[in-house]
Structure formats: C-alpha cells, structure tokens
C-alpha cells in the first residue's frame, strides 16, 4: 500500500508536469496533427490545444492511459521488472494512470486560477468594496421590510371596534347571553 501512494503521487506529479509542458507549447501535437491530417484539416497556427492541454475528458484519458501503457510495455520487455505478470504491477500502473489524469485537471484548475487572479488583481479592491455596499443595502432592505411587516402584524392583530357587540366586554357579552 505504501509503494502504490508513493507511485499515484509521482504520478500527480507527472500529470501537472506534463499539463504544465503542453501549456507552454504544442509542437508535438501540431507535429502529429500535420502528419495524419490533410491541409485543409490541420489544426489553425493560433490554436494552443494539445495531447491533454484544453482537451475534453475521454481524448485526454485515451492519452494519458497510451502513454502509460508504452511506458509499461517499455519496462516489461527492456527491464526485469514485470508490470503485468502480478496483481501489484496491475495495479501500479492503474494508480499510475488515474494518478496521471488526476494531476493534469489539477494543473488546469492552477493555471486557470492564476489566470483570473492575474485579470481580477487590480479590480479586486473595487469587487470587495461593491459586495460591502451591496450587503449594506440588502441589510438595509430586509430591517425595513420587518418594520412594515410587524406594522401589518399589529395592525390585524389589534382590535377594530365596529360594532356595538365588540365595545362590551367580555363579561357583559356572557351575561347577555345568560352565561353568567
């Protein structure tokens, strides 16, 4: 268990790095898109998509598993370690794949929020100080409304003299009808 954390972290590792890598530059991705697409359907000069920079989850999953499993197959025939031959080496290289995947969404979710904290930097001050006015009105709003709200409650709870049965009391009201 210990070895199979170590490796699913080295693999995170490999995923921000690899995320991180592609960020910077596609050419090996522009390399293989000129070579198995024609003309007309190579990828633009100003598209900065790669193997898994700004791909969707399955393309990015089938990338990351391929590279991993070239990887396997290189250190089963050229090493003596065997990935495939047990249980331990299976799930290595599971861990290593997940593990892979995993840091290249964790990448993007960096780079993405440095991304807008680089925007926002100047106008958060300006952010801060409008949610602080607008939490003042909201505030504002709701102790005026239950004002208005209890004067509605006291005004339906408060008696209305509109008969003469309503001015007696409640004594006088049962000795009328022979209560008391």
Same mark, same amino acid.
């Given at each position: 268990?210990?070895?199979?954390?170590?490796?699913?972290?080295? &693999?995170?590792?490999?995923?921000?790095?690899?995320?991180?890598?592609?960020?910077?530059?596609?050419?090996?991705?522009?390399?293989?898109?000129?070579?198995?697409?024609?003309?007309?359907?190579?990828?633009?000069?100003?598209?900065?998509?790669?193997?898994?920079?700004?791909? %969707?989850?399955?393309?990015?999953?089938?990338?990351?598993?391929?590279?991993?499993?070239? %990887? %396997?197959?290189?250190?089963?025939?050229?090493?003596?370690?065997?990935?495939?031959?047990?249980?331990?080496?299976?799930?290595?290289?599971?861990?290593?794949?997940?593990?892979?995947?995993?840091?290249?969404?964790?990448?993007?979710?960096?780079?993405?929020?440095?991304?807008?904290?680089?925007?926002?930097?100047?106008?958060?001050?300006?952010?801060?100080?409008? &949610?602080?006015?607008?939490?003042?009105?909201?505030?504002?709003?709701?102790?005026?409304?239950?004002?208005?709200?209890?004067?509605? &409650?006291?005004?339906?709870?408060?008696?209305?003299?509109?008969?003469?049965?309503?001015?007696?009391? &409640?004594?006088?009201?049962?000795?009328?009808?022979?209560?008391?």
């Amino acid at each position: 268990m210990g070895i199979e954390l170590v490796i699913f972290l080295v &693999a995170i590792l490999f995923g921000v790095f690899l995320y991180w890598r592609e960020s910077n530059g596609n050419g090996a991705y522009r390399f293989l898109n000129k070579i198995v697409n024609s003309k007309e359907l190579q990828m633009s000069p100003d598209n900065p998509k790669g193997f898994v920079y700004k791909q %969707a989850f399955i393309p990015r999953l089938i990338f990351v598993v391929a590279l991993v499993l070239v %990887a %396997a197959l290189i250190l089963e025939f050229l090493t003596p370690i065997s990935v495939f031959a047990s249980y331990n080496g299976v799930s290595a290289f599971a861990s290593f794949a997940v593990g892979a995947l995993l840091g290249t969404y964790l990448a993007s979710f960096v780079i993405k929020t440095s991304e807008v904290v680089e925007e926002k930097s100047g106008s958060i001050g300006d952010l801060v100080e409008d &949610a602080v006015d607008k939490g003042k009105d909201f505030l504002d709003d709701l102790k005026n409304s239950d004002n208005k709200s209890v004067e509605r &409650a006291k005004e339906e709870i408060e008696p209305r003299p509109s008969s003469e049965q309503d001015k007696k009391s &409640a004594r006088e009201r049962l000795k009328d009808k022979g209560l008391m």
